[in-house]
């Protein structure tokens, strides 16, 4: 029995070994960051019943993984460890309980609690306050010198600020790549046929293990500090949240996230607030870091061979997991986009059992060369839609290549793929049954025609039960064929009819929005409405007079003349001015001016008055552009109740702020 345990942890130990070889050196991980885990704690746990067999040189008593030979060595004067990890609440409370046990003593706790990046860690050694060196983590005693790389990074200084600065200071943190930057220079890399990254984190320990610095100084990557190494000819903070301020203080990076907490309790409240806010960060984070305050405690309780004792990382649930893809299926959306979706074994990941993620087009099929039976790597950040990220292994003997489709899926209409578009397309518009189903519910939408009460499932069952094919339609419906309808009855009927007249009476935007037009949303639709006033002028307009239109380029231009080119869309169009809809006239206001144009809005938090949509349309319509996230560009920020990270991120950058009151005394005073 012995003998069978000791090859099931060498063997566990080899694979260990492999993944950090390619996790660590390679930059290309052969598993999930979840994987991994499962692995080491099966090996520490055999390790643990088992303390007769040797542990020298295990995994789980070493960090990293060795330096790359490409690079010069760097023996760290004081050893760069890493953490062990917890990953629940009763957790938490053991490695608590082992601290006091540890100390003999049981002591009220105060801990620094911070995000746990998801990067490379790095250590900066200043002497006399000049950056001097920067190394990686490596095995934990020998890391890479890539000084050259590092002083490209905007924000880590080359020269510390400040009063009583150390003559010797190691600091120690994390290089990251903000994921914005990530998906640009992703969507960039794919464009011009080059390899994309397969997350953050990856993407910034590549780009720092360049042995061109130039090439690194090219990738968009941040530095955070987390810690201190080396302390000569100077003194810190006794508290290791105040020596963070101390970094701070001296032009060091530091999170916004960084804060003190009490006991477990103070700790589990963070945690659950930083995984509500996780997809509100700039950064990838993977967990909390939770490290005893006291600098004292620290040294007396010290560390075992690859952690210390006085501090823990508690994980997130994964956000990347394999699984295997077991079929594609193609779908056809609103505007005939056909969208392969994967169909997944399912698998737990980010929270939620995931069985289905997009594919998005051809291309990206091809991108990812990916085939049925394949075992992918799937990833969902917080509420992203899942996505396939890599292809982790393929067996050529059962794998089957994915087949696009010739004709569409439900109306067996041609498909076509215009030059130079990713997307491709069903023929069939009106026609087919999948696109009158999403072109009435968008019709119908709260920012289109609002019909209040014909939801998603109502507008299926009409259309299903073939009561109507077209938009104008829903004028002709009557009480009788609408109660027999699944969770109808007579008083929804009344009401949806109600709604359904009621829309008559709207706006010219909002109509041309309603018709659906491939990408002509509302600020487009606004636009054609205030420079063309009349319908019969947008359905006439040549390219060239649409062109003159704010927010209508070339590619735009082409779509609303092919729309309006179509005899059924005509038709249609004639079927809804017949029913009865229209708007007030327009009239071109003197000069095109606006009392707001030019101005940049953000809304945030909950209104109490009116609500954010009502907010958005009284400001578009004194000419102001409300954008959702807030930049250097934005002159307004309107915060209400529960303002979040918005709020923040325009205080930072001197943004006005403007209360519900202020909106709206804004709003009368422009309107008058």
């Known amino acids: 029995m012995i003998k069978l345990i000791a090859q099931q942890i060498a063997s566990l130990r080899l694979e260990i070994e492999k993944y950090n070889q390619h996790y660590y050196q390679l930059d290309k991980p052969l598993v999930t960051d979840a994987e991994y885990d499962r692995k080491l704690r099966e090996l520490r746990q055999l390790e643990q019943k088992n303390p007769e067999l040797p542990q020298e040189n295990s995994p789980t008593q070493t960090v990293g ?28 409370n053991e490695f608590i309980e082992r601290i006091n046990n540890r100390l003999k003593r049981v002591v009220k706790l105060k801990f620094c609690v911070e995000p746990k990046l998801d990067g490379l860690a790095i250590s900066l050694l200043y002497e006399n306050s000049i950056l001097i060196r920067a190394a990686t983590r490596g095995d934990g005693a020998i890391g890479e010198d890539v000084t050259l790389n590092v002083k490209t990074i905007k924000n880590i200084p080359h020269k510390l600020i400040g009063e009583h600065i150390p003559a010797r200071l190691e600091v120690r943190g994390e290089v990251v790549m903000p ?28 780009s720092l293990r360049q042995l061109d610095s130039s090439i690194t100084a090219t990738r968009p990557l941040a530095f955070y500090s987390y810690g201190v190494g080396i302390i000569e000819q100077g003194e810190l903070a006794n508290s290791h949240y105040q020596r963070l301020q101390q970094l701070k203080s001296w032009g060091l990076p530091l999170t916004n996230e960084v804060q003190l907490k009490e006991g477990a309790k103070g700790c589990l409240d963070y945690y659950q607030y930083l995984l509500e806010k996780r997809s509100d ?90 085939k049925i039976t394949d075992t992918v790597i799937i990833r969902r950040a917080a509420d992203v839609i899942p996505q396939i990220v890599k292809v982790q292994s393929s067996n050529p003997e059962i794998s089957k290549n994915i087949i696009f489709p010739d004709v569409c899926p439900v109306c067996q209409s041609e498909i076509e793929r215009i030059e130079d578009e990713a997307i491709a397309r069903c023929t069939g518009g009106l026609y087919c049954a999948a696109q009158r189903k999403e072109a009435i519910k968008y019709f119908s939408s709260r920012k289109a025609m609002n019909i209040d009460g014909l939801g998603e499932k109502v507008a299926e069952q009409l259309v299903d039960e073939e009561l109507i094919n077209t938009p104008a339609d829903l004028f002709n419906l009557t009480s009788e064929q609408l109660i027999p309808l699944e969770r109808m009855g007579a008083k929804k009927a009344e009401n949806l009819l109600f709604a359904i007249e009621n829309s008559k009476q709207t706006h010219l935007a909002k109509f041309i929005l309603a018709l659906g037009i491939r990408e002509v949303g509302e600020a487009t639709a606004k636009n054609l409405a205030q420079h063309f006033l009349t319908l019969s002028a947008i359905q006439e307009a040549s390219t060239e007079e649409l062109l003159k239109v704010d927010d209508v380029g070339e590619i735009v231009a082409k779509h609303i003349r092919a729309f309006f080119k179509q005899v059924h ?30 101005r940049t809005f953000v809304l945030t938090g909950t209104l109490v008055q009116m609500d954010r949509l009502e907010a958005k349309q009284a400001l578009e319509a004194l000419g102001a552009k409300v954008s959702g996230s807030v930049s250097k560009k934005t002159n307004y920020l309107v915060a209400g109740e529960a303002a979040g990270s918005k709020l923040t991120k325009a205080q930072n950058l001197g943004v006005e702020i403007l209360s519900e009151e202020n909106l709206l005394l804004l709003l009368q005073k422009r309107d008058s």
């Open 281 to 370: 960060l700039t950064y990838e984070i993977d967990g909390i870091v939770y490290k005893i305050d006291d600098i004292d405690l620290q040294e007396e309780l010290g560390f075992v061979a690859r952690a210390p004792r006085w501090a823990i990382a508690h994980k997130f649930p994964a956000q990347e997991e394999h699984t295997t893809l077991l079929d594609v299926e193609f779908q056809v959306g609103r505007t005939g986009a056909i969208t392969p979706v994967a169909i997944l074994q399912p698998v737990f990941v980010g929270g939620v059992t995931v069985s289905r993620a997009s594919l998005h087009n051809a291309d990206e099929i091809k991108r990812l060369n990916i």
């Open 179 to 206: 994921t914005a930057a990530f998906e640009k220079f992703n969507q960039t890399a794919i464009a011009n046929d080059a390899k994309a990254f397969v997350n953050p984190r990856n993407a910034a320990a590549g």
């Open 65 to 92: 993984s060795t330096a790359l030979s490409s690079f010069t060595k760097v023996t760290h004067e004081v050893a760069m460890l890493s953490l062990d990890n917890v990953f629940s609440g009763e957790e938490m």
């Open 569 to 598: 869309n005509q038709e249609v169009i004639q079927a809804l001015l017949n029913a009865g809809i229209h708007w007030p006239a327009l009239q071109k206001q003197a000069g095109h001016e606006l009392p707001l144009q030019d």
